[in-house]
């Protein structure tokens, strides 16, 4: 994505060309909605939450200081949306020591077995406290680069690094299969430590 | 700047789980319907601004009154105070007298307190702050 084309972009804007804001969602709507996904793992809720981020950035073009780029500003923006909206109607979830961990024979279905097995960690991070559960789920989106998750939150990459290891501690904790190599994942009677996500 | 978490060890498994998510298409209409949205939002009129230079003379003159207020009752309360010490039958009916319009006054400054504590409140949760 070009930082050029953003900048041009949101000089059309501010000086009152309504429709050059259509390029900046055309590049970013993935990015975000993406983004949101990960904060809340509902596609409807997703897509209203980027939404939501977009006609923020709207109000606030006029703010970007330009001292950090455009993706920065903007992922700042959302991030501090998503939070808000989460805590004004918290995702609902399956207590995870109620989620049935895949079970059955690991020959057959293995790819399905898997793919479950893949999606209970992922919904796993919905259930860390809102400290871990942010560093995590940016972490990812980003790529595995601090850097950019510490300039998303505004926080220093020492903080979010240390959020990101008890984060993964707690995960680890959570999964201790995944520690395991060669452990097989089907059939597996692990069951989860109750208090660790509570 | 990548991490330096060591992705090779015992959270790799986790991080190929998390960093190994599918991409997200958004739905075909996403773009149009921000777009609409921020139209209507470009449409709509600008919030007016808080006319602060003609409220200023308003601010200043109850500002003055409050501390008008807040002197007069030190005041009183001392010029009592003195008195007390004079004579005790005076004290009695001249301190009661003096704190009772002040007891009325700061009441009616922790009312005023509360209500715009609650407005705030509420303008915020409505997102007008």
Redesign the interface.
């Given at each position: 994505m070009s930082a050029e084309e953003d900048l041009a972009d949101v000089e059309r804007v501010l000086v009152g060309e309504?429709q050059a804001?259509?390029g900046i969602?055309?590049r970013w709507?993935?990015p975000l909605?993406?983004m949101a996904?990960?904060y809340c793992r509902d596609?409807g809720r997703?897509?209203e939450m980027?939404?939501e981020a977009?006609?923020r950035a709207?109000?606030g073009l006029a703010g970007w200081r330009r001292e950090s780029s455009f993706s920065t500003w903007l992922f700042a923006l959302a991030a501090n949306v998503f939070r808000s909206e989460l805590q004004r109607f918290p995702t609902v979830n399956v207590p995870l020591e109620d989620a049935a961990e895949p079970a059955g024979p690991a020959t057959q279905h293995e790819g399905l077995a898997r793919k479950l097995s893949?999606d209970s960690?992922?919904r796993a991070?919905l259930a860390l406290p809102m400290r871990y559960r942010e560093p995590?789920v940016l972490?990812?989106f980003h790529?595995?680069?601090?850097?950019a998750t510490a300039r998303t939150m505004e926080l220093p990459e020492g903080t979010v690094?240390a959020r990101?290891?008890r984060g993964?501690e707690l995960?680890?904790k959570r999964?201790p299969h995944?520690?395991e190599e060669n452990t097989p994942l089907v059939g597996s009677t692990l069951r989860p430590e109750k208090e660790v996500l509570q | 700047?990548?991490?330096n978490?060591n992705?090779n060890t015992?959270?790799g498994?986790?991080?190929v789980?998390?960093?190994g998510?599918e991409?997200?298409?958004?739905?075909s209409g996403?773009?149009a319907?921000?777009?609409e949205?921020?139209?209507d939002?470009?449409a709509m009129p600008k919030s007016i601004p808080f006319p602060w230079l003609r409220a200023l003379p308003g601010i200043v003159i109850a500002l003055a009154a409050l501390g008008w207020c807040g002197f007069e009752m030190v005041h009183l309360g001392l010029t009592d105070a003195r008195e007390i010490s004079i004579t005790q039958l005076r004290m009695a009916a001249t301190a009661g007298r003096a704190l009772e319009p002040a007891g009325w006054v700061a009441a009616a400054l922790a009312v005023s307190l509360l209500s715009w504590l609650f407005a705030r409140r509420v303008a915020g949760r409505s997102g007008l702050l």
């Open positions: 309504v804001f259509e969602v055309r709507q993935g909605v993406n996904w990960r596609r997703a897509e980027a939404q977009f006609l709207w109000r893949d960690v992922r991070v995590v972490y990812y790529e595995m680069d601090v850097a690094k990101l290891a993964r995960l680890r999964f995944l520690c | 700047m990548k991490s978490l992705p015992d959270q498994a986790i991080d789980i998390l960093g998510e991409e997200l298409i958004p739905s996403f773009l319907a921000t777009m949205r921020v139209r939002e470009a």
